[in-house]
């Protein structure tokens, strides 16, 4: 990746990390664990790889994203107010009475958002069906999904599983921010998933294992996609829940907690700090 | 009062078609005038009649395997991008194991997905319990932007489905197995949300929805007899009520019966209640299912056995009408 392009993304990442922690500070809730962890997947796709107008949410030649790990919407939401859905200055309103911002995203409220999720293990789904709808109309625009890894216990991930392959929907990528912990601890102790990129290969996926912090492998792995025709393609992005606040990292506890003013302070310290 | 062109000889010589034929029959016609009408089916094609729709339009028929949580996700992705999806299996399942699906991704978000619930009441027979769907209008009624419609017969389940897909939301059809009587004709007026007077009367109203309609114009035959005028109402728009008709009976005949194939609990009977209680109070019986499974057995037997006949409605009609306050 060229050095502008890199340093693009590695701000927009570092940008979309420090809105996460000064919108669940201000919120006094919410997810920012599993936000923090996809926040360089998120800075990827709204600003280097999908096909997109924020001054034309509505534009049907757009490609869909699905955040199907719903609580990570803060992310979502900085990369929104960033790219120019909506006004930055209200991400202060997240999860307020009101706001356009709620705790889990209503697809009614807010522009750019593709669906309602928050219930977990519906999204693949839900874009499953997007894909098939446009190839069914002969469209060109590419679905991508992000789930959490902690998700895939839910049944209805790999009914879409098998979905998707019997359909060949090569215009889906699947992304699972496998950052290894849910809230009641390490994914593995809780149920096992691994192996899991066999898991999908089994179910007929193209697999592709990355770093996903690595903007530059995030990018690749999408253009691979692209170019992998009759089957959908999933991402396993090895993450790490918490990402760039050193507190929080690899911590369980940090999935629906706040953080204080001070934590806080801290945290956007370190992240102004942040070699980029 | 206006000719509503109701069948002809219902109470003796009843024609009997089953109410699933009128969906797979409303989705054909749908599909010749509507190209965004698509239809997803979970291995039931046939019982759920939507083979009739797969072969007439090939391209527009999706199978999605025995996973009707999928499904109905699916469906919500299908009408993000502009199509009509009708998510079709039995009621137990698609409104029961696929009921968060409903409510959180197509309902909160108010997506153009319908569904066609099946295998509605005990008279789906020999299945037994497991099958029959007797909680499906309880629980999808109390979700936001939902739209419940059990029609009375064939002609009017045809005439739900076409409309459905006039409506621009989340729409629920409720039908049934067996073969029941058509009570009404390709001519008699239909609006979702608005119920219909089949039969007038001033001492005791019997509203009803669904086949129970059928049983309810038997039941005011038999009060006739007894010298007892009842007003029979299909109310086949569960939600949204029409809250005028409903009231107007309260009113002018001072007692109510509601029908139902389904538990009383939360059901049709239940919606009636909320709207008569809060500005009309007169008394109202309940006839449907009370508080228990079904089982398997014939239709027309188990109809008997749960009290949903034209006899059991005569008779409580008897004793709402006693209910009534000097």
């Known amino acids: 990746m060229e050095e502008a392009r890199l340093l693009r ?5 570092n940008l979309i990390r420090k809105d996460i ?4 500070l201000d919120a006094g809730s919410g997810h920012p664990g599993g936000s923090l962890s996809v926040a360089d ?3 990827v796709l709204f600003f280097d790889v999908m096909t997109h107008d924020p001054s034309n949410p509505c534009w049907e030649g757009r490609d869909r994203f699905i955040l199907s790990k719903g609580h990570a919407c803060p992310a979502v939401y900085a990369a929104l107010a960033e790219g120019g859905y909506f006004p930055r200055e209200e991400l202060d309103t997240l999860r307020k009475f009101g706001s356009r911002l709620q705790g889990h995203p209503d697809m009614c409220k807010l522009p750019g958002l593709e669906a309602s999720t928050g219930s977990l293990g519906q999204g693949l789904s839900i874009a499953s069906g997007l894909a098939l709808a446009m190839k069914i109309d002969g469209k060109s625009n590419r679905v991508y999904c992000l789930m959490g890894d902690g998700e895939l216990d839910e049944g209805q991930i790999w009914e879409a599983a098998m979905t998707a392959s019997h359909f060949g929907l090569d215009n889906l990528c699947g992304i699972v921010d496998r950052n290894g912990l849910q809230i009641d601890g390490r994914t593995d102790d809780i149920k096992t998933l691994e192996p899991l990129a066999d898991k999908w290969r089994a179910f007929g996926w193209n697999v592709i294992e990355i770093d996903g912090h690595n903007v530059t492998e995030i990018s690749g792995a999408m253009n691979r996609f692209r170019h992998t025709h009759f089957r959908p393609t999933v991402l396993i992005a090895h993450t790490i829940k918490g990402k760039g606040v050193s507190f929080m990292e690899n911590q369980a506890g940090w999935h629906g907690k706040a953080p204080s003013k001070e934590q806080a302070e801290a945290a956007l310290m370190e992240l102004s700090q942040e070699v980029v | 009062m206006k000719d509503l062109h109701l069948a002809k000889n219902m109470l003796n010589e009843p024609e009997r078609i089953p109410t699933r034929f009128g969906y797979g029959d409303g989705l054909v016609e749908l599909g010749k ?3 965004s009408v698509v239809v997803l089916g979970a291995d039931l094609s046939s019982s759920l009649c939507v083979d009739r729709f797969r072969d007439a339009f090939p391209d527009r028929f ?4 025995i996973a009707e949580q999928d499904m109905m996700s699916f469906a919500a992705g299908l009408s993000l991008a502009g199509k009509i999806p009708y998510v079709s299996t039995y009621g137990v399942f698609c409104t029961g194991r696929a009921w968060d699906q409903l409510r ?5 978000a108010r997506l153009n997905v319908k569904v066609g619930a099946g295998h509605g009441g005990v008279s789906v027979g020999a299945d037994g319990a497991t099958h029959q769907a007797l909680e499906d209008i309880s629980i999808t009624r109390t979700i936001p932007n939902v739209t419940v419609i059990v029609p009375a017969d064939y002609n009017e389940t045809v005439k739900a489905t076409i409309h459905s897909a006039l409506i621009r939301g989340p729409v629920v059809i409720r039908f049934g197995r067996e073969k029941v009587p058509v009570v009404t004709t390709k001519e008699t007026p239909f609006t ?6 089949f039969h007038e009367g001033e001492d005791v109203s019997l509203i009803a929805c669904g086949q129970m309609v059928y049983e309810s114009m038997v039941a005011a035959e038999i009060l006739a007899k007894k010298g007892v005028s009842a007003r029979v109402i299909n109310c086949h728009t569960v939600k949204p009520m029409d809250r ?3 009231l107007a009976a309260a009113r002018e005949t001072g007692a109510i019966v509601t029908a139902e194939e389904h538990q009383v609990m939360g059901g049709f009977g239940s919606a009636i209640a909320e709207v008569v209680c809060q500005s009309c109070p007169v008394p109202i019986r309940m006839i449907g299912i009370q508080d228990t499974f079904g089982q398997s057995g014939d239709p027309e037997e188990l109809m008997k056995a749960y009290g949903l006949t034209g006899q059991d409605i005569a008779k409580t009609a008897l004793d709402a009408i006693a209910m009534k306050k000097g």
């Open chain 2, 244 to 246: 005028e008709t409903i």
């Open chain 2, 33 to 35: 005038t509507n190209p």
């Open chain 2, 192 to 197: 979702v949300g608005r119920a219909e007077i």
């Open chain 1, 21 to 24: 922690v000064k919108m669940v």
């Open chain 2, 62 to 65: 999706i199978q999605t395997g």
């Open chain 2, 104 to 108: 959180t991704t197509v309902a909160y």
């Open chain 1, 41 to 43: 997947i998120v800075s």
């Open chain 1, 9 to 13: 993304l590695k701000t927009m990442s």
